[in-house]
């Protein structure tokens, strides 16, 4: 196909500060019902990454702070990468969301999973 | 296509088992690196999901037991459902795995979005 990412990616992004709780980022999560929170500085660059995954571990480890179960080496996705290659990207790290950026480290949207889903629902 | 659920679900399953405490489906999570868990009874009969969201919806809500936050009716798939069908059950739901069961209500597999994006990376 010649599907991009800017094509199926959702513009509606949740994200949240560094150094907010754990439990105000499981509260966020609950509210607007997503898997997947960007963290971001004062100055809306991406610092992180932390899923519902990340808060379960959390709650495995006995972890208290954000810092201990943020990923700061998020792996993220291009306007106009194929969706060939995001879908590839996420299955290479088994991972199910990326950032869309653009060349300032700017969050522009989010691929996950869930968009390539609806594609296949759609054939 | 002509893809079925049989063709592409993974029969790798992790369940749990109904009673355990919320820190135990957690550490499951995390050691066997999951976002998804199947509830099953003593005779191995599907009857709840608990998912990373729903421990994290445990944080956020301070629940204290796996009865509070585990979904019982549960949504699956049968093994000959082409996987168009499994991709827009998910999409209509927003969750992303589905346990596969046969006509008992054993679970024999589970399909996910992880997998459909599989199918589209190798295009
Ligand atoms: C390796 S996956 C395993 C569980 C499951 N497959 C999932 O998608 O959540 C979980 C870990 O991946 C990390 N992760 C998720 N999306 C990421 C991304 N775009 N870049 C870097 N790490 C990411 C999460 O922060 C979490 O620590
Ligand atoms: C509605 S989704 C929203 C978050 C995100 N889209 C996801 O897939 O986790 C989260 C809820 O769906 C439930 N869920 C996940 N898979 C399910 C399934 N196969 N049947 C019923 N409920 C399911 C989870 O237990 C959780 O309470």
Chains 1, 2 share one sequence.
Do not use: F
């Not at 990207?89 to 950032?99: D, F, V, Y």
């Not at 999973?113 to 594609?119: A, D």
Request: aromatic fraction near 2%; charged fraction near 25%.
């Amino acid at each position: 196909s010649h599907t991009m990412v800017s094509d199926i990616m959702t513009k509606d992004i949740t994200t949240i500060r560094e150094g907010i709780s754990i439990e105000d980022a499981a509260r966020v999560m609950y509210e607007r019902e997503v898997t997947h929170l960007p963290v971001v500085s004062m100055n809306d660059k991406l610092v992180g990454i932390v899923t519902s995954w990340d808060i379960s571990r959390a709650v495995a480890l006995k972890c208290r702070t954000l810092d201990e179960i943020m990923i700061t080496n998020v792996i993220t996705s291009r306007l106009d990468d194929p969706i060939e290659l995001a879908a590839r990207r996420m299955e290479t790290h088994n991972i199910s969301a990326l950032p869309v950026v653009d060349e300032h480290q700017k969050i522009i949207g989010v691929i996950n999973s869930e968009s390539i889903n609806k594609l296949v629902g759609s054939y």
